[in-house]
């Protein structure tokens, strides 16, 4: 097997982290650092830059998969992250996935078995606690590296940008309409009897239940995140996966202007002789670029807020990162709560007031499911009455720049 043209950054533990201060060891402790960052004044760096636009007081919060696993999804780096418990592991690349039939076939079947899950998964207390802090007019945005849609779920008044796209969709390569899943979970299910009595009898047995890296290789599976369920040693060349149906039917004019061929079997599947009509995930698949208009709305939601809390992501992702490099130079107190070390933490918290008790940054190694819904609730009990309800106000600039917020990705 030949080696990957782009290697996975920071697969490996990354240092324990340093907690600041150094009494949010605790969970009381960690909710009253995070709650004297959420409500401190404006940082005076930040008050400083050259025209400075939005909202000084308002916090932008950048998740990760850490704060989905309390809903029962794994993840890439935790204790047993993917990257940790199983180091062959590699995700498809963007374009193996567009060049190769055979990978294709591969991705789908685990897929298939993977969808049931993550669909029948829900948001979790973290996610509810972002919501109520967004109704508090705490915080202004969220952007998300997820794929689960968790978030939207959670809160679809607080402008939410998925950041890496999303798992319940699909988009054509050709000609770029959308699919919803579960319309191609039912065709795949069609496509490949013998696969989806698999998947019913292990979903019946519990099998695909645990995210337990020993309870999962008892039973012969791998589970990855973002709904991948590797069988070791499967027929995955058996698979079978449909054609885009609107390429299907009227097959596009390719960029040098020659007709494109989409056809399918007696079946429907897709033909490898075709020449468009590739449906993908509608995620940011490896090797592959974040659309200009999603990177640029996520810099205005950077810019637009005057503190970033980060929330189960260790920022491995560069993407991710470079949205928190961002925030530091442009003087925004940096919060971070998440199990196990992130990237490169040390610079965002360099140069804090000795004397800061949470003010100036925070980081804490708990889980946001065990913090975030008591924050909210000691942000209930000590914040102003008239601050708390200033949410409500339709004239309150939470809703208009919710209505910005959408219309940057319209």
Not at 64 to 91: E, F, K
Not at 130 to 144: A, F, N, Q, S, Y
Not at 252 to 263: L, N, R, S, Y
């Amino acid at each position: 097997m030949k080696a990957p043209l782009m290697r996975i950054p920071y697969t490996g533990p990354l240092p324990p982290p340093s907690i600041i201060p150094r009494n949010a060891n605790t969970i009381t402790g960690a909710i009253a650092a995070l709650s004297r960052f959420l409500t401190a004044p404006p940082s005076p760096t930040l008050l400083a830059r050259d025209g400075a636009a939005g909202d000084s007081q308002s916090t932008v919060i950048l998740s990760g998969a850490g704060i989905s696993v309390a809903s029962g999804l794994a993840d890439y780096r935790g204790t047993n992250g993917t990257y940790r418990q199983n180091r062959t592991y590699r995700p498809i690349y963007y374009h193996e996935f567009l060049a190769n039939h055979e990978a294709r076939k591969r991705y789908w079947a685990r897929s298939f078995l993977g969808w049931t899950n993550l669909h029948k998964a829900k948001p979790n207390a973290a996610h509810y606690a972002i919501k109520t802090l967004g109704d508090m007019g705490i915080v202004r945005t969220v952007i998300t590296q997820n794929v689960d849609s968790f978030h939207s779920a959670a809160h679809p008044d607080l402008p939410t940008l998925e950041l890496h796209g999303y798992l319940r969709a699909l988009t054509c390569v050709t000609c770029h309409n959308d699919l919803p899943r579960e319309a191609f979970q039912e065709s795949l299910a069609r496509l490949n009897p013998a696969w989806a009595s698999f998947l019913a009898e292990a979903v019946a047995s519990g099998a695909l239940d645990t995210e337990n890296p020993d309870e999962r290789r008892a039973k012969g599976m791998k589970t990855n995140p973002d709904g991948d369920v590797d069988l070791p040693g499967a027929p995955y060349s058996t698979f079978r996966y449909p054609a885009c149906p609107h390429c299907l039917t009227n097959p596009p004019i390719a960029g040098d202007g020659t007709q494109t061929k989409v056809e399918i079997d007696q079946d429907g599947a897709w033909v490898p002789t075709n020449t468009a009509g590739i449906l993908k995930p509608s995620v940011v698949m490896f090797g592959e670029s974040i659309a200009s208009k999603v990177k640029e709305a996520a810099e205005q939601a950077i810019d637009g807020s005057g503190r970033l809390l980060v929330l189960g992501t260790s920022l491995a992702t560069y993407s991710a990162w470079r949205l928190a490099r961002r925030a530091k130079e442009s003087g925004m107190p940096v919060g971070i709560l998440n199990l196990g070390g992130v990237r490169g933490e040390d610079a965002f918290f360099q140069n804090l007031p000795m004397s800061q008790q949470g003010e100036a940054g925070v980081r804490v190694e708990l889980g946001t499911d065990k913090v975030l819904p008591g924050l909210v609730d000691q942000l209930k009990r000590t914040r102003p009455t008239h601050m708390n309800n200033e949410a409500s106000d339709p004239s309150s600039g939470q809703h208009s720049n919710s209505k910005v917020f959408r219309d940057m990705l319209s």
